[in-house]
Nanobody, 124 residues
Framework: QLQLVESGGGLVQPGGSLRLSCEASAFTLAYYGIAWFRRAPGKEREGVSC????????NYADSVKGRFTISRDSAKNTVYLQMNSLQPEDTAIYYCAAGDNPCSNFEIRPWDYWGRGTQVTVSS
């Protein structure tokens, strides 16, 4: 069964860091583009970051540029989202998605596989 599972969320103070993981089962992540999205309470889903299947192209939302980094460990079939300098406005459920997509305009492209999300709360 094709599955994406996110982990690594939690409660962190402003200025802190978290690393989210997105692990795939029954398929190889390196064959797909991978994107991270988030949905904050009362807000629409927002595209956060994308990594191309080649691993050579990335894209980030303006709100996270310079703070978040997406990466992949093919041996572990896992994609990561390193989040630094977290702020309360980063509070959301974070989802990873996989699909045969480039990273240009990733936030509006259809993604084939989705995880169930992991909660990130930034609060003092």
């Amino acid at each position: 069964q094709l599955q994406l599972v996110e982990s690594g969320g939690g409660l962190v103070q402003p200025g802190g860091s978290l690393r989210l993981s997105c692990e795939a089962s029954a398929f190889t992540l390196a064959y797909y583009g991978i994107a991270w999205f988030r949905r904050a309470p009362g807000k629409e889903r927002e595209g956060v970051s994308c990594l191309s299947n080649s691993g050579t192209s990335t894209n980030y939302a303006d709100s996270v540029k310079g703070r978040f980094t997406i990466s992949r460990d093919s041996a572990k079939n896992t994609v990561y989202l390193q989040m630094n300098s977290l702020q309360p406005e980063d509070t959301a459920i974070y989802y990873c998605a996989a699909g045969d997509n480039p990273c240009s305009n990733f936030e509006i492209r259809p993604w084939d596989y989705w995880g169930r999300g992991t909660q990130v709360t930034v609060s003092s």
